[in-house]
Antibody, heavy 127, light 113 residues
């Protein structure tokens, strides 16, 4: 059974870059046609989709964060990562990584809903 | 972006009674080529990640108790919890996966009356 685990610094200074890694166990990140996603949740608030990456390396980002976000994948380490630049206090949140279910459409894989989630890691932006 | 609006924001239900949560999307989530609604429901308990309950608006995820059911089509959807149990206390979210960016409802908190 696939499991995901987020890791990274719990404290980041304003204007710096937040970097998190999601380690996938119980299956190969490059097997099948899965997409892999990042979602965040400020304390006591709702969920915000950050973006996703396909095993090929193709990415999609939330336009609200696109200028500051990069998601990458390292199939050799069975990991994918999130970097968010120029952080402010508004980026303080619990960050989740998740596997995205998929199906075939238009002759290729299409991403659907997030079906397996990591436990989340809390990141605070503060000096 | 598709805006997802849930109602109510919170509700208190007696044990064994029914809880009904609504989710409305700003545009249709029904894809005509496959007649599927691109809507999922999640349950989130304190300190835990969201857990997938329902996808395709009405398909229950494996292992989810059958007291949870999803319905609706187009822009209006409902998650029903029949015979509420103490372990169902949580915040419930709807998610649209019809288009990018994915967007969630603001959440509905379910408590015991």
């Amino acid at each position: 059974q696939v499991q995901l685990q987020e890791s990274g610094p719990g404290l980041v200074k304003p204007s710096q870059t937040l970097s998190l890694t999601c380690s996938v166990s119980g299956g190969s990140i490059s097997s099948g046609s899965y997409y892999w996603s990042w979602i965040r949740q400020p304390a006591g608030k709702g969920l915000e989709w950050i973006g996703r990456i396909y095993t090929s390396g193709n990415t999609d980002y939330n336009p609200s964060l696109k200028s500051r976000v990069t998601i990458s994948i390292d199939t050799s380490r069975n990991q994918f990562s999130l970097t968010l630049g120029s952080v402010t206090a508004a980026d303080t949140a619990t960050y989740y990584c998740a596997r995205v279910s998929w199906g075939y459409c238009h002759g290729g894989p299409c991403p659907y809903y997030m079906d397996v989630w990591g436990k989340g890691t809390t990141v605070t932006v503060s000096s | 972006d598709i805006v997802m609006t849930q109602s109510p924001d919170s509700l208190a239900v007696s044990l064994g009674e029914r809880a009904t949560i609504n989710c409305k999307s700003s545009q249709s989530l029904l894809y005509s080529s496959n007649n599927k609604n691109y809507l999922a429901w999640y349950q989130q308990k304190p300190g835990q990640p969201p857990k997938l309950l329902v996808y395709w608006a009405s398909t229950r995820e494996s292992g989810v108790p059958d007291r949870f059911s999803g319905s609706g089509s187009g822009t209006d959807f409902t998650l029903t919890i029949n015979s509420l149990q103490a372990e169902d206390v949580a915040v419930y979210y709807c998610l649209q996966y019809y288009t990018t960016p994915r967007t969630f409802g603001q959440g509905t908190k379910v408590e015991i009356k």
